[in-house]
Structure formats: structure tokens, C-alpha cells
């Protein structure tokens, strides 16, 4: 058995395509670019869901550039329809879908929640604008100290007492 190139002549080893099918792989074979006989799995599932002459009529009627695409995209298909025998790749999208749909209501309520807390802070700065300035001592009596600070050029040292009128 000869296992030189495929490219010399048609006794070359068979591309998966023309092994699986049985037939003389010629050196022009539309398959043996994109079913290489060490991935023999490609061409079976595409087979068994598309049908080689189906790929065949596919590929001969694109560019030869756009080829190996479609054949990822068709192996991608049929490996979904083989495991998922109802839903096909269209399950994996519809799942897809859904999480799309989950983050984005997750999304949407962290947003609300970020301007929520926005709103929050900006009406709390307005209540008191200088929080800065209210000093340590307001932490614990903040009434008084609030009270204190509007009086404070009358009563300078009285800050702290607590009966202060
Ligand atoms: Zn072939």
C-alpha cells in the first residue's frame, strides 16, 4: 500500500470522503481538502445528515475560498443534529438565546441599581452639602452638632453641652 501525497495520482491514500463512499479518489477530488482521511469523522456525520451528494452540489457551487467555511459550518451542523436529533444547532442557538435574554434583564437591573444608588448619594449631598466639613464631633450627636453649627457665633462655647437651650 502506497502512502505517499495524495497529490500523486489517484493511488494515493483516499480522502475520508471517497474512503467512506467507497470510490477512487481522484486528484481532483472536491473533498480531499476538507476531509482529510485522518479526520474520518467529519465527513461521516456530514454525510449521514446531509448526504455527500447534497455537499458535493454545496460546495461545487461556491468560490473556492468560501469552501472551508462551509464545510466548518456543516460539520458544526450535523455533529448538533446528530446529538440533537429534534433541535439541531438550532437548540445550542435557542440556549444561547436565553442566556442572552437572562444577562441582559441581569444587566438592566444592576443599571437601575447603579442609578438608584446615584439618585440616593446625589440627594444625600444635597440634604447636607459639605459632609466634609462637619467635623468628627458630628458622627455620634448629629442633631446637636447640625443644631450647634447654626449657632455657633452666639454660643461659641457651648458646643458641647448637651442642655444647651
Ligand atoms: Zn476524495
Redesign the pocket.
Known amino acids: 500500500m502506497k502512502d505517499s501525497g495524495?497529490k500523486q495520482g489517484g493511488a494515493a491514500s483516499?480522502?475520508?470522503?471517497?474512503?467512506l463512499l467507497r470510490?477512487r479518489?481522484?486528484e481532483d477530488?472536491?473533498?480531499?481538502p476538507y476531509?482529510p482521511a485522518e479526520e474520518p469523522h467529519k465527513f461521516a456525520s456530514v454525510h449521514k445528515v446531509f448526504g455527500a451528494s447534497n455537499v458535493n452540489k454545496m460546495l461545487q457551487e461556491l468560490p473556492e475560498h468560501q469552501r472551508g467555511d462551509a464545510v466548518s459550518s456543516m460539520v458544526y451542523e450535523a455533529n448538533a443534529r446528530v446529538r440533537d436529533p429534534v433541535y439541531g444547532c438550532v437548540g445550542a442557538i435557542s440556549s444561547l438565546q436565553q442566556q442572552i435574554d437572562a444577562l441582559q434583564a441581569e444587566l438592566a437591573l444592576a443599571q437601575a441599581e447603579v442609578v438608584h444608588l446615584r439618585m440616593r448619594q446625589l440627594s444625600s449631598n444635597a440634604d447636607n452639602p459639605s459632609p466634609s466639613t462637619k467635623g468628627r464631633r458630628s458622627h455620634h450627636h448629629q442633631p446637636k452638632s447640625l443644631f450647634n453649627m447654626d449657632m455657633s457665633t452666639e454660643h461659641d462655647n457651648n458646643m458641647d453641652d448637651p442642655f444647651w437651650p
Open positions: 495524495r483516499p480522502c475520508a470522503a471517497c474512503k470510490r479518489c481522484a477530488c472536491l473533498f480531499a476531509f
